[in-house]
């Protein structure tokens, strides 16, 4: 369990770093407003499986303003917070059964999928790093050592 806490406090930090960063730049690039939002609308279908309330039609592609995306950041890391709080140890190893946007079945771990929600926003922060060098910004430092350090 404190392993998943300190990844999704990573987490929950690594959105706001990025976030902050977006709004401070005078013309946000497009396409990394859709990465991060694509980041963001992932989160909650996760989450959205985590509560068995899974919702295959939910678009995880999707161009939203950056005040939705500041939004949907509090709201998955306010939903993730409390219900990673009240997981147990056991509960890590309960399987979940949902259908993906190709509407294939797939049975999971809470722990697998709470793992992969931690994974995903770090790969597409990077590419959103990459974008903010191609135009001239400084990328953002989300590197889990800085976290912790």
Sequence with gaps: MKTIELMFDHLY???QSMLSALIA????????????SHLLLAEKVWYNRLQKNDRTNTPIWSDLSIAQCAKLMEENTNNYRYYITNLTQTDLHQLITYRNSKQE???TSIHDILTHVALHGQYHRGQINKLLRIYNEEPINVDFITFVR
């Design 105 to 107: 079945e797939f049975t």
């Design 25 to 36: 730049l005078d013309n946000i690039p497009l396409e990394a407003l859709r990465i991060y």
């Design 13 to 15: 930090w690594a959105n």
